[in-house]
């Protein structure tokens, strides 16, 4: 391993560590006015993040003719993982009071349609999904990093699911309205 792959290994790992303490910051925000409707979906968020890190690491170990080289792997994974923190903090900034990591409904909740929202529903998931994507880059093997891709995906998407059909139930035609002309994650796709 060369110096260079050590230093942007370092950066991805110091990344990381800050993104992890905004994410625990952010974690504490909770309405008690709200209610809170996310059948599992956090949970499960939390659990697929173990999972999929645990099956990455696996496979990197069982299966290294899928390795890519580490330092362009690296360096790519630190770009991917710094947009992917850029966009969730622009989310909670713009959701304000309004984001919390439970999915939460109160009555006097808007829809929220500025910033990143002017582009998909769930901007902050396409952020956790991009800062997942490019922390596992780090382990520097294909197979690894489509496999943790597609764990923490499936969850997103299960919690994509439950948190628009909340919405849709309690804000009504206001939701219905925004989601017609909003994909969920991925504009002009789903």
Request: glycine share 8%; proline share 3%; net charge positive.
């Amino acid at each position: 391993m060369t110096v260079l792959t050590d230093v942007v290994r370092g950066l991805l790992f110091a990344a990381g560590t800050v993104w992890l303490i905004v994410e625990l910051v952010n974690s504490r925000r909770s309405r008690a006015e709200a209610v809170t409707a996310d059948h599992g979906s956090r949970v499960l968020l939390h659990v697929a993040v173990g999972v999929g890190f645990a099956v990455a690491i696996g496979l990197w170990r069982v299966v290294p003719a899928t390795a890519v080289q580490p330092t362009v792997a690296a360096w790519v994974g630190l770009g991917i993982l710094a947009c992917g923190v850029a966009l969730r903090v622009w989310s909670f900034r713009t959701l304000g009071r309004y984001f919390t990591y439970s999915v939460q409904t109160s009555d006097d909740q808007p829809v929220i349609s500025t910033g990143p929202y002017r582009v998909v529903r769930h901007p902050s998931y396409v952020g956790l999904l991009l800062v997942v994507v490019g922390t596992g880059m780090s382990v520097a093997n294909w197979l690894s990093i489509i496999s943790l891709t597609a764990i923490m995906l499936s969850a997103l998407v299960y919690r994509v699911v439950v948190e628009d059909r909340v919405l849709l139930r309690e804000l009504g035609q206001r939701y219905r309205d925004y989601a017609a002309t909003h994909k969920r994650l991925i504009p002009f796709i789903w």
